[in-house]
């Protein structure tokens, strides 16, 4: 019996990276696992892997939750499936490299996209979570944040908006539903090996020379893997976290801890922006 047996589980985004790995190691923990993502070959490769596991189940929901009513049939067809929703992953995210510009020269619709799946998601999804999660009694909310939440680098403002919003959401609603026993917590990761972070490395560059560089600006000096965040939000999501609400958890390698690892004042350090874009972002 996994430590999620019994329990389910709604990931968004949870076709490729983070997403995907904090699906499998739910599912993997005995966990029935709702996977919600525009990218359907993807997701359904993941939910393949779920049942080679032979231990949770895994359903694919192909939606866009930065829209109502895509969040709403989220989580009807998972109550239709496996009876009511114990925690919810608000993991999707996007940060496309078109978008690493000076707020002025950044687009309106580039501006509403970001908010709408980093942040509008978040709320989307739980407020339709959440009446189904005060019938069973209580249950967990986790935001996928970002270091560039807390400290914000250049460039990057619809971005760093929206993550920044992630956590004061998390906030308030862990005060709102305290009372409900539902724990709302944030997980801020530093530079991960996913696909959206590999998306911002030049074009033709080594791969493996840009993760390792990446990887050094970490204190720990490696890069994050999908894994390192999926451990968090399971252990988030247990009973080992019960006495935790309102707050994020860093898995960033001491990024946060460095202080100035996002090219502030004094400093030459400039994570995942490409070049162009950091020079743009400086002038």
């Keep these: 019996m996994g430590e999620f047996t019994g329990k389910t589980v709604i990931v968004t985004g949870a076709?490729?990276?983070?997403?995907?790995?904090a699906a499998i190691?739910?599912?993997?923990?005995?966990?029935?696992?709702t996977l919600a993502d525009i990218n359907r070959k993807a997701a359904e490769e993941a939910v393949a892997e779920i049942k080679r596991g032979r231990k949770g189940k895994g359903l694919f929901v192909e939606a866009d939750v930065s829209k109502s009513d895509a969040c709403a049939?989220?989580?009807?067809?998972?109550?239709?499936?496996?009876?009511?929703?114990?925690?919810?992953?608000?993991?999707?995210?996007?940060?496309?490299?078109?978008?690493y510009k000076p707020a002025h020269e950044l687009s309106?619709?580039?501006?509403?996209?970001?908010?709408?799946?980093?942040?509008?998601?978040?709320?989307?999804?739980a407020k339709y979570a959440i009446p189904e999660m005060k019938k069973r009694g209580g249950g967990v909310i986790i935001n996928n944040a970002s270091v560039q939440g807390v400290?914000?680098?250049?460039?990057?403002?619809?971005?760093?908006?929206?993550?920044?919003?992630?956590?004061?959401?998390?906030?308030?609603?862990?005060?709102?539903?305290?009372a409900d026993n539902i724990r709302v917590l944030a997980v801020c990761p530093g530079a991960m090996d996913t696909p959206m972070v590999r998306a911002t490395f030049p074009k033709g560059s080594n791969l493996k020379k840009q993760l390792e560089k990446t990887g050094?600006?970490?204190?720990?000096?490696?890069i994050g893997q999908a894994e390192d965040v999926a451990n968090a939000v399971?252990?988030?999501?247990?009973e080992k976290a019960s006495f935790m609400t309102g707050s994020y958890l860093a898995v960033d390698g001491g990024l946060l801890a460095l202080g100035a690892w996002a090219g502030g004042p004094g400093s030459d350090v400039e994570v995942n922006?490409?070049?162009m874009a950091a020079k743009r972002a400086k002038r």
Excluded: C
């Excluded at 076709?15 to 790995?21: F, H, I, Q, S, T």
């Excluded at 760093?160 to 919003?165: L, N, P, T």
């Design 273 to 275: 922006v490409p070049p």
């Design 216 to 222: 050094k600006l970490h204190p720990l000096g490696r």
């Design 25 to 33: 190691a739910f599912a993997n923990a005995g966990a029935n696992v």
């Design 15 to 21: 076709a490729l990276g983070m997403g995907r790995a």
């Design 73 to 99: 049939r989220v989580v009807k067809e998972t109550v239709q499936a496996f009876g009511g929703v114990n925690v919810l992953f608000n993991n999707v995210g996007i940060q496309p490299p078109s978008s």
């Design 234 to 238: 399971l252990f988030l999501a247990s």
């Design 108 to 125: 309106e619709e580039d501006w509403d996209r970001i908010i709408a799946v980093n942040l509008k998601s978040r709320f989307l999804m």
């Design 151 to 178: 400290q914000s680098m250049r460039g990057v403002s619809a971005y760093a908006a929206s993550k920044g919003g992630d956590l004061s959401l998390t906030r308030q609603l862990a005060l709102d539903y305290a």
